[in-house]
Structures are given as structure tokens and as C-alpha cells.
């Protein structure tokens, strides 16, 4: 038997989910840090058990067409071979549970690293994983406000965390603001790609739902964010098309989404008594392989260099 057209199986799983939530109502929690923050306390459970147990909260990047954990570690990797050289100070935007810090630190021991993110029980998981590494370490701050002095750093980077940019154009001032002149920005993330408007109505429905159900706020595309980048001072100087890399990592969410979804009766009862941001992770997970695989979503790393 043939599969399904794409978008057929998209209108599916759309009314399969609509059968269990109010898709159309999705709460819009990543236009303000206050739904974001409550969007990660809420995942804490999805982000530790079914993803990644050692902190990772990024997408497995498997370029082989299979799905390792050790993907996780990659963002990090390719982070670490776009430090300028000399590079003696480095800050992430976002750190999460510290997961890429540790990492780069471990690997860079005479660099010093500052993470940031706007939740404070990750920042502290954050400094328990940098304990061993007396130059690195994490603070609670927003990316939109930051701490750091003025051109301060040789490399910023940021790993799925710029999408939930509530004022993009804010957050890349302050990065221009903190790099020195020629120091990096690294950005792994997704964006709505060209041409969004112009795909079926069931692939931007999806797309619109699984970036509320994932905090994320504006849809924002490529195209703009790097208009944006470059009215603050940077200019790209490279960018990679990684989405076929996290595309194992997608169908796995997927198969393990399934298995809810497809019992509406329990997932029904779920939703009495589980973590509503737990059920909207199910939904981002059903619907992401598919929006991605419609070219509605792109998944790239890009480097930009503070041109003045
Ligand atoms: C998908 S997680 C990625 C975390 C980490 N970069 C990683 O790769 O594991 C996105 C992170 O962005 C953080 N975040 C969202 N908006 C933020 C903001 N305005 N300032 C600082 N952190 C923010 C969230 O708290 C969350 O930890």
C-alpha cells in the first residue's frame, strides 16, 4: 500500500488531536518569560525522561539517518570549531540544564564560559554540572536584558533558544552589544522557512500549533532573523541546513507521541490528571516530523561576525 501524501497524513493526526485537545485555543505561552519560564518548569518531567536524562534539551543531531544519543553532544562539538582563535571568553544564551557548557568547558579548560537562562531550577541543575570546571558557570538572566559588559566576549552561541525571542531584534542588539568587534555569534535553531505562506492550510495549522505547544511566540522566519542580525551589526559567514540531521530524532518523539495519541480514550483521561505542558509536548512531537518534512520548518547553524 502506498503511504499517506504528507499532507493528508497531517490532516489526520490534526483531527486525531483535535479529538482529544482544543488545538485552535493552544495558549499562547511564549509571547511573554513569564509563560516561557512556566512552559519549562512544567516540561521538566518530558525533557528528563523521555529526552535526555544527562540535561540535553536540544534535538540529537544524527547526520547517519539513525538516532544515538550521542547526537546530543554535537551542537557542542560544532560550537567548539567556530571559537575564534584566542578565544578567552564565552557566553551562552539559554544554557538550559548546562548541558553544552559542561561539554565545551571540559574540552576548553583555559576558556572562561557564562551561561544564562530565564529559569532558575535549570541554572542551579546548570551549575551543578560545571562544578568541576572552576571557569564556567551559570546565572539566571534574560537574553533580551543581559548582565555583560560591552564587548566582553569573543563568542556567544545560542542552541534552540533564540526562537523564543519575545523582541529578536533586542536580543541580537545585546549580542552585538557584548562581542567584541569580529567576535562570533553561534546559532543552532529552527525558523519558518520562505514561502511559508504559500504551503497548505494543514501545514501551517500544525506549524502554528506545534510552536505554541512549544512556547515558542513569533514564527519567526530565516529570512527575518537575519535581516535582523545584520541591522544590529553582524554579518553571516556561514550557514548549515542541519534538518535532515535531527530528522531521527523527530521520528522517535513521534513513534513515542503515537502510542498516546492513538488511544484518545487514554489520552482523555491523561489530560485530567498529567502536566498539561507534558500533553503539549505529545502534541509538538505527533506533528513536528511532518511540519519539518512539509519544508515548513528549517533547522540550521549559523555564524555571524560582528562586522565593526
Ligand atoms: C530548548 S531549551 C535549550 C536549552 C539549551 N540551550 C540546550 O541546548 O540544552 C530553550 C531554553 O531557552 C530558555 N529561554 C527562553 N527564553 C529565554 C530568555 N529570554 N532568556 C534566557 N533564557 C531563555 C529556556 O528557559 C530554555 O532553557
Request: charged share 25%; glycine share 8%; net charge positive.
Amino acid at each position: 500500500m502506498d503511504a499517506p501524501h504528507p499532507v493528508d497524513e497531517l490532516e489526520l493526526r490534526l483531527r486525531r488531536l483535535g479529538a482529544i485537545f482544543a488545538l485552535g485555543r493552544l495558549d499562547e505561552q511564549g509571547t511573554t518569560s513569564s509563560g516561557i519560564r512556566r512552559y519549562y518548569r512544567r516540561s521538566r518531567l518530558g525533557y528528563r525522561f523521555v529526552h535526555s536524562r544527562r540535561g540535553a534539551m536540544h534535538m540529537a543531531l544524527n547526520e547517519h539517518g539513525t538516532f544515538h544519543r550521542e547526537g546530543y553532544e554535537r551542537q557542542a562539538e560544532l560550537v567548539h570549531d567556530r571559537l575564534p582563535p584566542g578565544t578567552r571568553h564565552v557566553l551562552e544564551l539559554a544554557c538550559g540544564n548546562g548541558f553544552n557548557l559542561a561539554l565545551l568547558a571540559a574540552r576548553n579548560p583555559s576558556v572562561s564560559f557564562t551561561g544564562i537562562d530565564l529559569v532558575a531550577a535549570q541554572v542551579r541543575r546548570a551549575n551543578r554540572a560545571l562544578a568541576g570546571h572552576s571557569r564556567a558557570a551559570a546565572a539566571v538572566g534574560d537574553f533580551q536584558a543581559l548582565g555583560t559588559g560591552d564587548g566582553t566576549q569573543d563568542c556567544v552561541f545560542a542552541v534552540e533558544s533564540l526562537c523564543h525571542a519575545t523582541d529578536t531584534p533586542r536580543a541580537l542588539g545585546e549580542v552585538a552589544r557584548v562581542l567584541r568587534p569580529r567576535g562570533r555569534l553561534v546559532v543552532v535553531d529552527g525558523w519558518r522557512t520562505r514561502g511559508f505562506e504559500d504551503l497548505p492550510v494543514a501545514v501551517r495549522d500544525a506549524t502554528v500549533a506545534v510552536e505554541r505547544a512549544m512556547a515558542v511566540s513569533g514564527g519567526q522566519s530565516l529570512e527575518d532573523f537575519k535581516r535582523v542580525a545584520q541591522d544590529a551589526g553582524m554579518a553571516v559567514i556561514e550557514e548549515l541546513d542541519l534538518t535532515s540531521w535531527i530528522a531521527p530524532n523527530l521520528r522517535r518523539l513521534a513513534c513515542i507521541a503515537e502510542r498516546f495519541v492513538s488511544h484518545p480514550r487514554v489520552a482523555r483521561a491523561a489530560r485530567v490528571v498529567a502536566p498539561e505542558a507534558l500533553l503539549m509536548n505529545a502534541v509538538a512531537a505527533y506533528l513536528m516530523p511532518l511540519v519539518v518534512g512539509a519544508g515548513a520548518h528549517t533547522y540550521r547553524l549559523l555564524t555571524l561576525e560582528r562586522t565593526d
